[in-house]
């Protein structure tokens, strides 16, 4: 079973287009991250939340954490080829560290 | 300092051989970590340590699967007997605390013919 189950697994969307991927679990998160992971590399840090219905945004990305601290969201604005990549979700569960499977985000020009 | 660094990036191996990796993480940081992610997946968790000490480790980490990191700074990962399914990319990463995010290297992508 799948603690962090993200959607949708893949997205395919023209440049200027808003978007929006989820990350979701049934139990209750400290914490929770997210990734941005280019082909070939490893993944970067974005953003941690912490508290329940945080709003963090940088620069065109606004990140959410819900309110139960069971989901977060991820929403781009205006997306850039340059936004291309796999967005991952992260969480520290009690010792175990677990990724979500990702969403391959590609960005056409 | 230059992040996290993996050597080597790129391993083909033939089934049955044995293959060390070396990861050299963030000097002030001390707790390492070793993922294995295959293609269209989110990394898995596979071990960590604080400073020397190995504090978790994964049921995928069988017992072909050994790491350590003797004074506390670079770490290796060896995998003997390696098998077809070992073939996949292995992150490394570092960080200062649990809370805080991960740096992750290059990782080393191993096939085994």
């Known amino acids: 079973t799948q603690l962090l189950e993200q959607s949708p697994q893949f997205l395919s969307i023209q440049e200027g287009e808003n978007l929006t991927v989820y990350c979701n679990s049934s139990?209750?998160?400290?914490?929770l991250q997210w990734y941005r992971q280019e082909p070939g590399e490893g993944p970067v840090l974005l953003v941690t939340v912490v508290t329940g219905g945080e709003v963090k945004k940088l620069k065109r990305l606004t990140f959410q954490f819900g309110d139960a601290r069971k989901d977060s969201s991820l929403h781009i604005t205006a997306a850039q080829t340059g936004d291309t990549g796999l967005y991952l979700c992260f969480c520290n569960q009690g010792g175990k560290l677990i990724f979500g499977q990702g969403t391959e985000l590609s960005v056409k020009p | 300092d230059t992040g996290v660094s993996q050597d080597p990036r790129h391993k083909i191996t033939k089934r049955g051989q044995n293959v060390t990796f070396r990861c050299d993480p963030i000097?002030?940081?001390?707790?390492l970590y070793w993922y294995r992610q295959t293609l269209g997946q989110g990394p898995e968790f596979l071990t960590y340590f604080q400073n020397e000490a190995q504090l978790e480790k994964s049921r995928l980490l069988s017992d072909r699967f050994s790491a350590e990191r003797p004074k506390g700074s670079f770490s290796t990962l060896e995998i003997q007997r390696t098998e077809q399914g070992d073939s996949a990319m292995y992150l490394c990463?570092?960080?200062w605390g649990t809370g805080d995010g991960q740096f992750f290297g290059p990782g080393t992508r191993l096939t085994v013919l």
């Open positions: 990463a570092s960080s």
């Open positions: 000097s002030e940081h001390n707790r």
């Open positions: 139990s209750v998160f400290s914490s």
